[in-house]
């Protein structure tokens, strides 16, 4: 306090206006305050995040362009591995922003769909039934809700079915079962 009071009275002695200071100070608290504009910003919403919980460790959240699991959450980002292995820090004001979609917010179970298409003339019920066979037997797929099999479009060159199914995220991955799927249904040795 004696220095400051010695700085300012040596100040005034010597003619140097105090308001000199006082302009420069509000320049570098302007200055100071758009350069960490993003930082304080994506603080509040790291708060707003830990606060509120729209997502949680392990679920799979998309944001943007992105998809993946959360893996941390931190004060100013959000980390997220997608299927690849690769690993995206968010600024948590991104979640604040954009919409979220959490896939496994309140439940792992996810609605999963597959399309097939069949040759023209091929028989519509033996097709139906086929893939709903398909489904059943997979030991993944949820059997509650039952997996459902739609007639969806007469396409250009072929009758298309779709085949929905369930499955629990904590226990299997979407890729793996759609490809299992697949290759049950195409007949073969």
Known sequence: ??????????????????TVFAFLGGAIAIGFGFGTQ????????????????PFRLGDYIIVGDKAGTVTSIDLRSTTIVDT?????????????????????YTSKQVRYSITVGVAYGSPVRQVMEILRDVADRHGQVLRTPAPEVL???????????TLHYWLDLAHSTGRLVASDLRAMIVPGP
């Open 151 to 161: 007639f969806v479009n007469f396409g250009a060159d072929s009758l298309d079915f």
């Open 84 to 104: 690849d292995g690769i690993e995206t820090l968010i600024p948590n004001s991104t979640f604040i922003e954009q919409n979220v979609t959490n896939w496994t």
């Open 38 to 53: 993003n930082l304080i910003k994506n603080l509040i919403s790291g708060l707003m995040v830990l606060g509120e919980r």
């Open 1 to 18: 306090l004696a220095l400051v009071l010695l700085v300012i009275t040596a100040l005034v002695v010597v003619k140097i206006p105090l």
